[in-house]
């Protein structure tokens, strides 16, 4: 079965760059989490988009921003990178119109920040 | 405020069951329990989610309580690539739509030979 695409997979930035990763939902779904795991922690949720609209908003920094496209597909965008946004960035996808929502989540990207 | 409440770490031996137990004594009468597990630094991957009745699937089954304070995970032959941190998470739907997963601090089980 398909599964979420999350690209690239490894991605290394100098402090105050810009980075976007990609996330690539299963077929079929129409909504999109974005999660961050800081080294040693657990996940925290980000953001996510329901229909290309933005649903909910977590601790997201204001230089992070995300959209979702008419093919689902988002995109999460980060500006000024600091040395504390390294990190590993999950996106999960799922359909409103499953049985309570299960959300699927992809193999990550790891962001190192120098 | 933590809404589940798991031991930090178990460890179990391959080919035995493991029992991961998983408190949410303030569950809400539409909350689900939800369990996933990450092994290391891969995504999270679901295994299992129930309201009130015991569910089963290929990977595990899930018993939760009468009064639904409290689950129990159970792995029925553990093998080692079952090693992961489990995450008993609570959720329900809101006006829109289900919403953000909580992850709290997990379960770190180690299944050893």
């Known amino acids: 079965a398909a599964g979420v695409i999350q690209s690239p997979r490894h991605l290394i930035k100098e402090k105050r760059e810009t980075a976007t990763l990609k996330c690539y939902p299963i077929?079929?779904?129409?909504?999109v989490y974005w999660y961050q795991q800081g080294p040693g922690q657990d996940p925290q949720f980000l953001i996510s988009f329901y229909e290309k609209m933005q649903s909910d908003k977590g601790s997201i920094p204001d230089r992070f921003s995300a959209q979702q496209f008419s093919d689902y597909h988002s995109e999460l965008n980060m500006s000024s990178l600091e040395l504390g946004d390294s990190a590993l960035y999950f996106c999960?996808?799922?359909?409103?119109?499953?049985?309570?929502?299960?959300?699927?989540f992809g193999p990550g990207t790891r962001l190192l920040v120098l | 405020d933590a809404k589940t409440t798991q031991p930090p770490s178990m460890d179990c031996a391959e080919g035995r069951a493991a029992n991961l137990p998983c408190n949410h004594s303030?569950?809400?009468?539409?909350?689900?329990v939800y369990w996933y597990r990450q092994i290391h630094s891969q995504g999270p991957q679901y295994i299992i989610h129930g309201l009130k009745n015991n569910e089963t699937n290929e990977m595990a089954s899930l018993i939760i309580t009468e009064d639904r304070k409290s689950s129990t995970l159970i792995l029925p032959h553990a093998t080692l690539r079952d090693t992961a941190v489990y995450y008993c998470?609570?959720?329900?739907?809101?006006?829109?739509?289900?919403?953000?997963?909580?992850f709290g601090a997990g379960t770190q089980v180690v299944v050893t030979p």
């Open positions: 303030t569950i809400s009468g539409n909350e689900y």
């Open positions: 077929p079929r779904h129409d909504t």
């Open positions: 998470i609570v959720r329900a739907p809101t006006t829109d739509s289900w919403g953000k997963l909580q």
């Open positions: 999960a996808s799922s359909s409103q119109a499953s049985l309570q929502e299960t959300q699927y």
